[in-house]
């Protein structure tokens, strides 16, 4: 089991960036592909960006392709999510996850990642 602790979200203004991290500990890190994922209020959990356990093959949701970079340090145990021209309809909490052993590789549902961390707030303030 890997346990996942986000952090470095907060307030930034439209426009803005911020750069979020995702701990791991527990069971080796480098053999799961990553995934993040936001929930704002009222509305479902839905998918950000995954990556391959190698750091390869990065995906995104259109929603935010072209602005967030999705990274990993399989030597620090650590996600990242580059987060630049950030837009008020980016608020959310958001939260990283392990992809299941055998899902599919390409995977962006929710019933494919585990292991979810406490997540972090991102507000963007128009």
């Known amino acids: 089991q890997v346990q996942l602790v986000e952090s470095g979200g907060g307030l930034v203004q439209a426009g803005g960036s911020l750069r979020l991290s995702c701990a791991a500990s527990g069971r080796a890190f480098s053999v799961y592909a990553m995934g993040w994922f936001r929930q704002a209020p009222g509305k479902e959990r839905e998918f950000v960006a995954a990556i391959s356990r190698f750091g390869t093959s990065p995906n995104y949701a259109d929603s935010v392709k072209g602005r967030f970079t999705i990274s990993r340090d399989n030597a620090k145990n650590t996600l990242f999510l580059q987060m630049n021209s950030l837009k008020p309809e980016d608020t959310a909490m958001y939260y990283c996850?392990?992809?299941?052993?055998?899902?599919?590789?390409?995977?962006?549902?929710?019933?494919?990642?585990?292991?979810w961390g406490q997540g972090t707030q991102v507000t963007v303030s128009s």
């Open positions: 996850a392990v992809r299941l052993p055998g899902s599919p590789g390409t995977s962006a549902a929710l019933r494919d990642f585990g292991s």
